[in-house]
């Protein structure tokens, strides 16, 4: 909500699944904001800027795949040494019921 006092626009943003997440990357494309979007091969590439190809579909893909992309964010940002791992396991970026 732009009224919201710390209203924020994301600088990129990444998704899933590009079917699900239509909406959203419709909507970051008419902002301009690129769109980084796991795939596997049945997603349209449409309005998506970087494709990262994986099984989408699989909650320990995703995970692992999330928790891979955080890792390698905080080694960018030097908030962890550049061979270094993160404190968690990536069994815990799993959704589990």
């Given at each position: 909500?732009?009224?919201?006092?710390?209203?924020?626009?994301?600088?990129?943003?990444?998704?899933?699944?590009?079917?699900?997440?239509?909406?959203?990357?419709?909507?970051?494309?008419?902002?301009?904001?690129?769109?980084?979007?796991?795939?596997?091969?049945?997603?349209?590439?449409?309005?998506?800027?970087?494709?990262?190809?994986?099984?989408?579909?699989?909650?320990?893909?995703?995970?692992?795949?999330?928790?891979?992309?955080?890792?390698?964010?905080?080694?960018?940002?030097?908030?962890?040494?550049?061979?270094?791992?993160?404190?968690?396991?990536?069994?815990?970026?799993?959704?589990k019921f």
């Open positions: 909500n732009p009224n919201y006092a710390k209203f924020i626009e994301p600088k990129i943003i990444v998704v899933t699944d590009p079917r699900s997440d239509s909406q959203a990357i419709l909507e970051s494309k008419q902002n301009g904001i690129p769109v980084v979007a796991l795939c596997d091969t049945e997603n349209l590439l449409s309005f998506v800027d970087i494709a990262v190809p994986v099984n989408n579909k699989g909650r320990k893909a995703i995970a692992l795949v999330y928790w891979l992309l955080a890792r390698q964010i905080l080694r960018e940002r030097g908030d962890i040494p550049e061979d270094g791992d993160l404190d968690i396991d990536a069994t815990d970026f799993e959704l």
